[in-house]
């Protein structure tokens, strides 16, 4: 939807990892749970974690398929969501968006998700 802005992206090995980026120049993070959901060539999307907004305990959410290996952040005084993927795999190759949310919680549900941005390619290949 362009409302927010991922970056951080690109190819690496197996194995190898990244850290996503997330911005919005309309969205004041601190006001929303945020997440990240991806999408796969020719699979539906998929929720892949969610971090609660800083109005208490920071509450953190991960898919089955992530926890473990990823890791969610945020800098609220940069307006910013990060997305640590460490020990990435083959099947990780997606399409990762950064969204605002509803609600963060263990079922990851994509109608959680509020705007989301144009996404950034993760691809993972030896």
């Known amino acids: 939807q362009g409302q927010l802005v991922e970056s951080g992206g690109g190819l690496v090995q197996p194995g190898e990892s990244l850290r996503l980026s997330c911005t919005s120049s309309?969205?004041?993070?601190?006001?929303?749970?945020m997440g990240w959901f991806r999408q796969a060539p020719g699979k539906e999307r998929e929720g892949v974690s969610c971090i609660s907004a800083p109005d208490g305990s920071t509450n953190t959410h991960y898919s089955d398929s992530v926890k473990g290996r990823f890791i969610i952040s945020r800098d609220n005084a940069k307006n910013r969501v990060y997305l640590q993927m460490n020990s990435l795999k083959p099947e990780d190759t997606a399409i990762y968006y950064c969204a605002t949310a509803w609600r963060c919680d263990y079922e990851l549900a994509l109608a959680n998700f509020g705007s989301w941005g144009q996404g950034t390619q993760v691809t993972v290949s030896s």
């Open positions: 309309e969205f004041t993070f601190n006001h929303y749970d």
